[in-house]
């Protein structure tokens, strides 16, 4: 065993005298990463990772890395608005609204939610009914259904569902407090 094993580390106060590889040794809080770059004069925008690469690399003395493509900036054509039908075409850049909860709601039932599925259908499928909207809502149930992978950005999420995967029987309160020695442990 390691000498890094046998020894209890604390996580650092998170300040600008930490080094990049020191940085990411540890969980932090989004919260907790804008609050540095800020204080360092760093953009504290986007979302964790893009912050967290920013903030290691200043603390190393690089440069900033470059930032990932923006997606293509949404257009913003005709909205719908009330009233609906499953005739009515979706147009480009219509979001989830409330029209359209109102009209799935009325066409599916109370079960109805805007899930990846549907938000994804909304987005990609300009020029398609509503009515097939409905239809791609009940095509999609049985995988819906399925457990769907959580987003690396949701750490705490993952790491619930590990958890509890793990405890079956196990109490929130021991879950939460799993989690809060998970996240005060160095990362290596």
Not at 42 to 64: F, I, N, Q
Request: proline fraction near 6%; charge should be positive; hydrophobic fraction near 45%.
């Amino acid at each position: 065993m390691s000498a890094n094993m046998n020894a209890e580390e604390s996580r650092p106060a998170l300040t600008s005298a930490l080094t990049g590889t020191e940085l990411l040794r540890w969980y932090w809080t989004l919260a907790e990463l804008c609050g540095l770059a800020r204080e360092m004069g760093l953009s504290a925008g986007g979302g964790k990772a893009a912050v967290t690469a920013r903030l290691a690399a200043a603390l190393d003395g690089l440069p900033a890395p470059a930032a990932a493509a923006s997606p293509a900036p949404r257009r913003t054509g005709r909205r719908l608005a009330a009233p609906v039908d499953g005739m009515t075409v979706i147009p480009q850049g219509q979001r989830c609204s409330q029209v359209l909860r109102e009209f799935f709601v009325r066409e599916i039932g109370p079960g109805f939610h805007f899930d990846a599925f549907m938000r994804e259908y909304v987005a990609q499928h300009a020029g398609h009914t509503l009515a097939e909207a409905v239809a791609h809502w009940h095509a999609t149930r049985a995988q819906a259904a399925e457990p769907q992978e959580v987003g690396a950005q949701f750490e705490f999420n993952r790491f619930l569902r590990a958890w509890h995967a793990r405890h079956p029987d196990g109490a929130r309160s021991e879950a939460l407090a799993a989690w809060q020695a998970h996240r005060a442990r160095p990362r290596d």
